[in-house]
């Protein structure tokens, strides 16, 4: 039985992990994303299922198929990963939210295509809810709930903005990269990222596959779970 606990850390764990782009729709055949691929969340979800946890998977657009072995919930815009995060995060254990999340949506959909007209178009935008925030102000109203791993991309100032939204968001660590450096970042195999926690926690992890970020992770989460235990 211990040697079944030892290699299945995570066993009896839930873990909801975010993954690829949101789509925010222009109109019928038009939308807004970005160039998240969804390889980071896969990787971590792939690790956390194979240490034995119970995965939801929350994909917006992603290139790849998710993995096999866990629950997968398709969604398109922010406004629905919210509601899809939102309403299982009674009973999740660990939250990881590696999705790229559009920050604005056109401020209204229309029903039909858009039919070209005058010489230019102004898209007009609105600001999407912070999803890592609301999990982070859910847990705070609520005295308890899951550990809570938000991610960041920086092009600039990396870890400034970092310690920033560790401290907004309310999340426990913060994965950030600089998704300007090459072999980082959106689309690539590998990435590059330094974690930061709270009690001044660092650990810069220097170009690995997104299977190892995510091993090195997890072993970062299990850590620091144990401590705020005691
Ligand atoms: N995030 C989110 N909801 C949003 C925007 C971001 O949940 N509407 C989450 C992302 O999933 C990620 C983290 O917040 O885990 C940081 O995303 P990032 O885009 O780096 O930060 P922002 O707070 O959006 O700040 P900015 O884009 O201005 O740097
Ligand atoms: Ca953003």
Redo the contacts with the bound molecule.
Sequence with gaps: VAKLIGSKPLSGQRVLV?AGGTVERIDPVRYITNDSSGKMGFAIAEVARDRGAEVTLVCGRTEAAPPNGVNVVHTDS?LRM?DEVMRRLDGTDIVI???????YRPASRADQKIKKSSDSLTLELV?????????GEWREARGSGPFI??????TADVEK?ALD?LA??KCDL?VANNVSEAGAGFGTETNIVSVYGRGDFFEHLPQMTKRAVAERLLDIVKDARKGLAN
Excluded at 127 to 135: A, K, S
């Design positions: 975010t922010a919210r939210k590696a999705a790229a999340v559009a920050d600001r999407n809810p912070d999803i890592l925030q609301e999990v791993v938000g991610f960041a991309a920086e903005h939204k907004r968001k913060i």
